[in-house]
């Protein structure tokens, strides 16, 4: 049984800085590509970032290229989203993500999903 719980979401001014963590229980964590999505609102769930089983393989959408960074720890276990000059169209429910294999989708193709944690960012 995959989970993946998230943490480190909150309340920030804009501008500010939150670090997002997710912790994966996968016994081969090194083999699983990950993700970061999020939902804003009535909205549909968007591609934030990926990274494939390297830390030199990372893929972010084109609104967070410069201001949000991914990361991997693969002893820990945790995939990182750093997340600076946090803008108010940021605010959404960040979701971790998982998919066996060297793919990286920079969709929603991912199989397991944590609970998420939520980014409110005042403007």
């Known amino acids: 049984q995959v989970q993946l719980v998230e943490s480190g979401g909150g309340l920030v001014p804009a501008g500010g800085s939150l670090n997002l963590s997710c912790t994966a229980s996968?016994?081969?964590?090194?083999?699983?590509?990950m993700a970061w999505l999020r939902q804003a609102p009535g909205e549909g769930r968007e591609f934030v970032a990926a990274i494939g089983w390297t830390s030199d393989n990372t893929i972010y959408t084109d609104s967070v290229k410069g201001r949000f960074t991914i990361s991997r720890d693969n002893v820990k276990k945790t995939v990182y989203l750093q997340l600076k000059d946090l803008k108010p169209e940021d605010a959404a429910v960040y979701y971790c993500a998982a998919r066996f294999g060297s793919e990286v989708p920079v969709n929603a193709k991912y199989s397991y999903w944590g609970q998420g944690t939520r980014v409110t960012v005042s403007s």
């Open positions: 996968i016994r081969t964590f090194g083999g699983y590509a």
